[in-house]
């Protein structure tokens, strides 16, 4: 993926997914920006369409792709602390 995501962008799961429950194609909305774990790797907080209840989940920025420009604010209602540049 080339250029940074922003909190709000959309996003879809691209075909490098690693995460079972996804798959290429579908969507999400950053919840946010970007961090760096492990030396020069992105990662990005997504809250997935189809989640119910809505609900922060990490990708690398090769798992995911922007398909478009924000379409308003981030989503609400999510259950997680996010804004955090730190994970456990």
């Keep these: ?6 909190k709000g962008d959309r996003v879809r799961i691209s075909r490098h997914n690693r995460l079972l429950h996804y798959q290429p194609g579908d969507t999400g909305t950053v919840w946010d920006k ?7 790797t ?3 907080s997504v809250v997935m369409d189809k989640d119910d209840p ?4 990490l990708f690398t920025e090769d798992e995911i792709e922007p398909i ?9 209602g999510c259950s997680c ?4 540049s730190e994970f456990p």
């Design 42 to 44: 992105h990662y990005y």
């Design 81 to 84: 602390s996010g804004g955090s």
């Design 1 to 6: 993926m080339s250029g940074a995501l922003n």
């Design 34 to 40: 970007s961090h760096i774990v492990s030396g020069q």
């Design 68 to 76: 478009g420009p924000a379409l308003g604010p981030a989503p609400t």
């Design 54 to 57: 809505p609900q922060p989940i």
